[in-house]
């Protein structure tokens, strides 16, 4: 048994009309900086994942979606050395704005089969897969 804290973290296979997924780069000063990771955040106290998934585009990306335009895909569960992740994948195809980063990250739209070429936390790597399989 470990004694590890358990950080749940919602994130967003953000999908636009030619089936790009949008990947955002992990800024400097961050845990994992300089990787690729799929947007999203950590799931608050009293926050659903859903209602933490809409929250954290709008902070990040400063678009709008809505709890029904979320797909739950998949899950991720990852042991890192300080905290065991366990996170939930949601596909959204419906959003409003135009993704924009508000956290200095870089952003990019990339096809799925194109993911391994960025390199991206453990957590999220084996989720390629799934994205592949579904776009």
């Known amino acids: 048994m470990t ?3 358990l950080l749940l973290v919602s994130a967003c296979a953000l999908v636009d009309a030619d089936g790009r997924v949008l990947l955002a780069q992990r ?4 845990q994992l900086a300089g990787l690729w990771e799929f947007p999203g955040g950590k799931v608050e106290p009293g926050e659903t ?6 929250r954290e585009l709008r902070e990040e ?3 709008e979606t809505q709890i029904p335009c979320l797909a739950p895909l998949t899950f991720a569960s990852h042991s890192y050395e300080d ?3 366990l996170m939930m994948l949601y596909v959204c195809r419906r959003f409003t704005g135009t993704p924009r980063p508000q956290e200095a990250q870089a952003l990019k739209w ?3 089969r194109q993911m391994r070429d960025y390199p991206m936390p453990p ?3 084996p989720l390629i897969p799934f994205l592949i399989d579904l776009l």
Do not use: M, S, T, Y
């Open 110 to 112: 990339v096809r799925p």
């Open 27 to 30: 800024p400097q000063g961050k």
């Open 3 to 5: 004694n590890k804290r």
């Open 49 to 54: 994942p859903e209602e933490c998934l809409v």
């Open 123 to 125: 957590a999220d790597a």
């Open 83 to 85: 905290f065991h992740l």
């Open 61 to 63: 990306l400063g678009i």
